[in-house]
């Protein structure tokens, strides 16, 4: 019980987070799934990945929720959504298979990298200029592909490399962040059901899992990041952006550094 309760309380702070920052909830999940993962005695060959994958379940619901609201101010681009899907798809799954050829200390190391970039670009606020028109259907697939290898590889939701690839071929950032929050659902699709074909002839796995998804993480954070990602979007119009911003900044630097360490 007590476990179950910290699952909700990680889907709590991984839900506000998203609301406040505008970052995909698979930035805070994955490391705390690795901490609650090893307190319950996980293999340290497991976490990792388990904890990658369980990520990815919990996006496919949460990226409903927020497919839903978009759709409803009609922001999502559906006619480049359906061509850079297709990548999407197939970067994911190769995205699952990258990461069960890797062991848990390198897919540790290379999160923490992608961490610190990303406290990186927070702190110093950078973005890509608007250099070039969107480009034609067979580089949206090709786009895709790179997006949902990288994302499936990390259990990330892909609005990391998504928003800023739609500002950079000049979409407004509405429709950058309706079109990045559509693509998500692709990438924990293909995600989620690649990992659980990929671990479930795995013995080692604990009990409650479906492949690498551990199925009671994923239910308790969907509970409660879906509520909690409103309310961030609501704090995000009342607090100081700018020193948030620095502290999450900081939180992600030591994290990054104890997975590299």
């Known amino acids: 019980m007590t476990i179950f309760l910290t699952y909700l309380a990680l889907g709590a702070a991984a839900g506000t987070i998203a609301g406040l ?10 490391p705390a ?22 990520s990815l379940a919990t996006i496919v619901l949460t990226s409903l929720s927020s497919i839903y609201a978009h759709h409803q101010k009609q922001a999502i681009r559906w006619e480049l959504f359906s061509w850079i899907a297709f990548g999407i798809l197939l970067g994911a799954w190769l995205g699952v298979r990258t990461a069960i050829s890797l062991n848990g200390e390198v897919l540790q190391m290379i999160f923490g990298v992608f961490l610190l970039v990303v406290a990186l670009i927070i702190s110093f606020n950078i973005a890509p200029d608007r250099g070039r028109s969107m480009p034609g259907k067979p580089g949206l697939s090709i786009a895709g592909i790179g997006i949902g ?7 990330i939701g892909g609005g990391t490399l998504s928003v800023p690839f739609f500002t950079w071929c000049n979409l407004r950032m509405q429709s950058a ?6 693509c998500g659902l692709p990438i924990a699709l293909m995600g989620t059901l690649a990992n659980m074909y990929e671990g479930w002839s795995i013995s080692a796995l604990p009990p409650y899992s479906a492949g690498y998804i551990y199925l009671p993480a994923v239910a308790a954070i969907a509970i409660t990041s879906v509520p909690f990602a409103r309310i961030g979007a609501k704090l995000a119009h009342r607090l100081p952006a700018r020193q948030l911003k620095q502290a999450f900044a900081l939180v992600l630097v030591a994290v990054g550094i104890k997975f590299i360490l």
């Open 149 to 155: 290898w990288f994302s499936a590889l990390l259990g």
């Open 33 to 54: 799934l690795v901490i609650a993962f090893q307190s319950q005695g996980i293999s340290a060959e497991l976490i990792m990945h388990m904890a990658i994958a369980s």
């Open 177 to 182: 962040v309706a079109l990045a929050a559509a």
């Open 21 to 30: 920052f505008g970052l995909g909830g698979g930035i805070i999940i994955v």
